[in-house]
C-alpha cells in the first residue's frame, strides 16, 4: 500500500514564483541575444561570399581562371578553365564557418557574453522552480503536461549550457533556444498550468523516473537537433544563391552569413541526432515494460505507443538515409524535420487532443 504524501502549498508556491522569475531572465537573455546579432559590427561578414565567388587576383567575372601557357614559337597563349567550388562529403559548399552572432567584434561578444550569463542564471533559477515542484509533492516534477513542460525547457537549456562548457561554438542556439523556451513556458503557465497535486495510483511507480526523464531528455536533444537542421536549410540556400551568382537580401547578409557554413550545421544535426536515438529506442522500450507492469501488456496499439513508434520510425529513416549518398542534404535535413514535427505531435496532439490510456495525467 501506498499512502499519499500531502502537498506542501509553500513549495509550490514558490515554484511558481521561481517560474516566472526564470521567464524574466529568459527575457532580459533574449533582448542580449538580439542586441547581439544586430548591433554586433558587420565588418567581419561576407566569408562565404568571398569564398564563393571569384577572387580578383585568378577568376573573372565569368566564373574562369586563366593561365599563361608558353607557346613553341615564342609568346604566351591564355587558357581558361571553369571555376570549380568544392563540395564537403555532405554535399554542401567548401566554405568556412560564419564569424558567430557577434561578428568576431568586441561590442557584439560582450553583447553575446551577457546573453550566455542571463541564459544560465535563468536555467538555475528554472531548474529551482523544477526541484520545488517535485519537493512540494514528493514525487517526480513531471506528472501533467505543465510540468513536463517546465522540465523540458530546462533540459533544452541545459543541453545548450552544457555543449558551451565543452567549448563547443554553438552560441548561434542561443537566440532561437530562448525564444522557443520563452514560449513554451508562456503555454505552460497560461493554458496548461495545473495546481500541484498527487499523482494517480497508477503513475505511482520507479518507471516514472526512468521512462519519462530519458523521454524529456530525448525531445531535448531533438529540439537542437531541430533548431540546427532548419538553420541548415537556411543556410544552404543562402550559400546556394551565392554560388549562382545570387544577391542575397540584407537579412541573409547580416544573419546567415554569421552562422555556421551549411556543412558544420549538417553535420552537428546528424551527430545530435544520432548521438540520441538509441536512447529513445530504450524510452520505448522502458514505456513497454511499465505498460507491462502497470496494464498486463507490453504494447496495446495506444495513441501514445503509436506515436512514440511513428517518431522513432521517421528518426531512423533519417539517420539511414542521412547515411545513403542519394539522400544527404536537404532532403534528408526535411525527413528530420519531419521527425520532430511527429515527436511534436507527440508531445503535444495526443496528450491534448487524443484520448488514451496516457490521458490519465491530463494537461
Known sequence: ????????????????????????????????????????????????????????????????VKVQVAKKGGGTAVLERPKVVTRSASGNRDVPDGPGAAGGDVKGDLYGRIAVSFTVLAFLVEAS?????????????????????????????????????????VRWLGLPLVTSVLLDLGLAVTVLYTASDQLVPALHSYWLWIHVSTAIFCGAVFYVGAVA???????????????????????????????????????????????????????????AIWA???????????????????????????LHARATAGWKGRKAATLALLAFGCWLFNYYGVNIFVNGKHSYAGV
Not at 244 to 271: I, Q
Request: aromatic residues 16%.
Open 229 to 287: 537542421t532548419l538553420l541548415y536549410l537556411f543556410r544552404d540556400r543562402y550559400e546556394a544563391k551565392l554560388a549562382e551568382g545570387g544577391k542575397p537580401g540584407s537579412f541573409a547578409t547580416s544573419v546567415l552569413e554569421r552562422l555556421p557554413a551549411a556543412a558544420s550545421l549538417d553535420k552537428f544535426a546528424y551527430r545530435i541526432n544520432a548521438a540520441v536515438f538509441p536512447l529513445w529506442t530504450f524510452t520505448i522500450i522502458a514505456g
Open 1 to 64: 500500500m501506498i499512502l499519499a504524501a500531502t502537498t506542501n502549498e509553500s513549495l509550490a508556491h514558490t515554484s511558481n514564483y521561481l517560474i516566472y522569475s526564470a521567464m524574466a531572465v529568459y527575457l532580459l537573455a533574449f533582448f542580449a541575444h538580439m542586441a547581439e546579432w544586430i548591433l554586433g559590427s558587420r565588418s567581419k561578414v561576407a566569408r562565404t561570399a568571398a569564398a564563393l565567388t571569384a577572387d580578383a587576383a585568378g577568376q573573372d567575372a565569368a566564373g574562369t
Open 129 to 169: 522552480g523544477v526541484l520545488t515542484r517535485a519537493l512540494s509533492v514528493q514525487r517526480a516534477p513531471w506528472g501533467n503536461m505543465y510540468e513536463f513542460n517546465i522540465t523540458f525547457s530546462t533540459v533544452a537549456v541545459g543541453v545548450y549550457v552544457t555543449l558551451l562548457a565543452l567549448k563547443k561554438n
Open 292 to 318: 507491462g507492469d502497470a496494464w498486463g501488456r507490453y504494447w496495446g496499439w495506444d495513441p501514445k505507443e503509436v506515436w512514440s513508434f511513428i517518431t522513432w520510425v521517421a528518426y531512423a529513416c533519417y
